[in-house]
């Protein structure tokens, strides 16, 4: 019970910030998708909505507002219309006890390293949902492959994050930061290409983007979307990828700690600029690789990333105890 009015207003300060960054920031990354795979295909990109475009995810927003919602007859309504919510939700609770710096975190509860991951891997849920309940069998078939993108890939992602927390001694964000030094950033390389390589598998990325491949099953599971259920699944789908850059930071980067110092809002500053980085590597994928087949998804996982990420657990284990 908060029964401190001091408490209970800090607590609604932080719920505030958490929910403002989580609209502010995959909005952010929207429209720098938009800039730069303009930039990089040398076109203009969306021009017209305020100076350089700035305005442009707010006009497809107010777009989407507009279209009709509509649910298919043979669709199984609640499900249906559940799904948009199950996908965004564990994004919003995960972005919560990441750290930004050692004093700003939302949520610093124990074990946060496996409080984000459990509730990043909810996710799919919603898209498993989506695809199973809107009655239309290229849907159920861009569910089905959603699902065994994340039963191939969560298994190395979730090894390639223990052999950090291994190296740290700790399963809290903060601690495996507190831990952290340069030479992790060769130390732990192999874990960092596993983590990133499984974390755009997941959020269905480009070039693992194969259960929305249009050219095969329309849009997969989101084909009977439309109107503001459909503009969830795209906010899920960057805000997914604000928190994956965001813990790839703290897990591989230092998090906020920098050359010029990392206190405070500096050391936020920090952790922000680096997770602009690792989500603008995400995007130009997309530009840079083309889609993968779904046999050389599931051989990637099991045959590439699962045995790295296995070695490098290994390696990590004989690291700790010979310089322990």
């Not at 009015?5 to 990354?29: D, I, N, Q, S, T």
């Not at 732990?188 to 997941?202: C, D, R």
């Not at 050359?259 to 809002?265: N, Q, R, V, Y």
Request: without cysteine.
């Amino acid at each position: 019970m908060l029964t401190d009015p001091h408490l209970l207003v800090e607590v609604v300060l932080k719920a505030a910030v958490v929910l403002a960054a989580f609209l502010v920031m995959p909005l952010a990354l929207g429209q720098l998708e938009h800039k730069l795979m303009g930039h990089m295909q040398g076109r203009l990109g969306p021009m017209e909505a305020g100076p350089h475009g700035l305005f442009q995810l707010v006009a497809d927003g107010l777009k989407f507002a507009q279209k009709e919602d509509v649910v298919p007859a043979a669709a199984d309504k609640r499900v249906f219309q559940l799904a948009p919510a199950v996908a965004l939700i564990p994004y919003l609770v995960a972005l919560a006890a990441i750290p930004f710096s050692a004093a700003w975190v939302a949520a610093d509860v124990p074990l946060s390293l496996l409080f984000v991951l459990a509730a990043t891997s909810v996710g799919v849920i919603g898209t498993l949902m989506a695809g199973w309940a809107s009655g239309n069998k290229y849907s159920l078939i861009g569910g089905m492959r959603a699902g065994a993108q994340l039963v191939s890939y969560e298994l190395p992602l979730v090894l390639a994050a223990a052999s950090v927390a291994l190296a740290a001694g700790s399963l809290s964000l903060t601690g495996i930061v507190g831990e952290w030094s340069w030479w992790w950033l060769v130390w732990q390389a192999p874990a960092a290409f596993v983590f990133l390589a499984a974390t755009v598998a997941e959020l269905q990325r480009t070039p693992f983007d194969a259960p929305i491949a249009d050219a095969e099953v329309v849009f997969g599971p989101l084909t009977e979307y439309s109107g503001l259920r459909f503009a969830f699944f795209l906010l899920a789908e960057y805000a997914g990828m604000v928190v994956m850059a965001l813990l790839f930071t703290v897990l591989f980067l230092g998090g906020w700690r920098g050359p010029w110092g990392d206190i405070g809002a500096v050391g936020a500053l920090w952790t922000v600029l680096k997770a602009a980085v690792v989500a603008a590597g995400i995007l130009w994928l997309r530009v840079a690789w083309p889609r993968v087949r779904e046999d050389q998804l599931q051989r990637f996982a099991w045959l590439v990333l699962l045995p790295i990420a296995l070695a490098q657990l290994a390696i990590t284990g004989i690291g700790v105890v010979m310089l322990g």
